[in-house]
């Protein structure tokens, strides 16, 4: 592969766009794919597959082999909340191949002491939510118990799609939430896709067993419901 | 190291940059159980580092070896793993599946 051709593929996916890679197995040429560019491709079909799906195939094109590397954005979790699961969470989901983003406007959690490494904006949910731009292979998070920092955020992430909603809590803080959230005219069948009691029920106590539990939840979201998300893109 | 899938891509542009010889691995095709999907990437450099998986460490060792050849001579290949290649390959998949991994140089 031509080192420009892989640098191109990279950035593509570093700016979360999109892209097919073809690779013709006899003779070696390559070429990258673009979603603007699939109509009128002779592989038309089979890309617009690929884009769909996510997932990488081989094609038979008459005697020709091409395999189609199929880039899509990688999954990403947004946390509200630099609180003790999120420092749990933050390297497990990271360690499961989510870019993680933790959003806290209170200055005393969100430090980059408590979370090295790790992308934090010490801001509103407001502020901080418009420049990540979320979509539907991003999953939202809220762990502050703080309804002027977890509103907003659920709100936001309801309204763009995202693959997994969850926000922690009890059955009755949950029940107080959706009456604020369907105050702010969200409808009852958008408020059902909000995960609560947050995560899988394993039994988890500590903070760490907690975030397995989310980070369970939300895997199984991501990889049991794709329609979803090819539905809200 | 542990690397995420889209590290090894990086990888293998960042070993080239850095003047090393570079080969890329890629699993183009399973038939049954296979430990890795259609996609995954396996990168080597020429003194055999590599980064990320084409199947559990099954076949890793006989691909590492191939790329090597890939980089000195530039031409791809395309390599089959399975049970069923047991007289053709000393290494298969315990998992009883087949796969088959594209190997290119990065240039």
């Known amino acids: 592969m031509d080192l420009a051709l892989l640098e191109a593929l990279n950035a593509e ?13 006899g003779s ?44 899509v954005p990688s999954p990403r979790l947004v946390i509200t909340g630099a609180v003790h699961i999120s420092q749990a969470l ?18 005393a959690f969100a430090t980059a002491e408590r979370f090295p490494g790790v992308d934090i ?15 539907p292979h991003t999953a939202l998070v809220a762990l502050t118990h703080d309804p002027k920092i977890d509103d907003p955020a659920l709100a936001a992430a309801l309204a763009a799609g995202c693959f997994y909603v969850g926000a922690l809590g009890s059955r009755k803080t ?11 005219g969200h409808a009852p069948d958008q408020l059902a896709r909000i995960h609560a009691p947050i995560g899988l029920d394993i039994g988890s106590v500590s903070p760490a067993e907690i975030a397995v539990a989310i980070l369970g939840e939300v ?15 | 190291m542990f690397a995420r899938e889209e590290e090894v891509l990086a990888a293998a542009a960042r070993w080239r940059r850095e003047g090393q010889g570079v080969a890329l691995a890629t699993v183009v095709q399973t038939w049954g159980s296979a430990p890795r999907p259609v996609g995954s990437h396996l990168v080597v450099d020429a003194e055999g580092r590599f980064l990320g998986s084409v199947s559990g460490g099954c076949v890793e060792g006989a691909v590492v070896a191939e790329a090597t050849e890939v980089i000195a001579d530039g031409q791809a290949r395309l390599l089959e793993f399975g049970v069923a290649d047991e007289t053709a390959w000393q290494v298969g998949l315990s998992c009883g599946g ?3 991994v594209y190997v290119e140089k990065v240039d």
């Open chain 1, 13 to 25: 996916r570093a700016a979360r766009r999109a892209t097919v890679l073809v690779t013709e197995l």
């Open chain 1, 28 to 71: 070696g040429r390559q070429r990258l794919v673009r979603p603007s560019d699939v109509e009128g491709d002779p592989l038309a079909a089979p890309l617009a597959e690929a884009f769909r799906t996510g997932k990488s195939a081989l094609v038979e094109e008459g005697n020709e082999r091409v395999f189609l590397t199929a880039q």
């Open chain 1, 90 to 107: 933050a390297p497990m989901a990271a360690l499961a191949d989510f870019s993680v983003t933790i959003i806290d406007p209170r200055t």
């Open chain 1, 121 to 135: 904006r010490a801001e509103w949910p407001e502020v901080a939510l418009p420049a990540l731009r979320l979509d």
């Open chain 1, 174 to 184: 949950h029940a107080n939430r959706l009456e604020r959230l369907a105050g702010r």
């Open chain 1, 219 to 233: 895997i199984a979201d991501l990889r049991r419901k794709p329609l979803r998300r090819e539905r809200a893109a």
């Open chain 2, 98 to 100: 087949r796969i088959s």
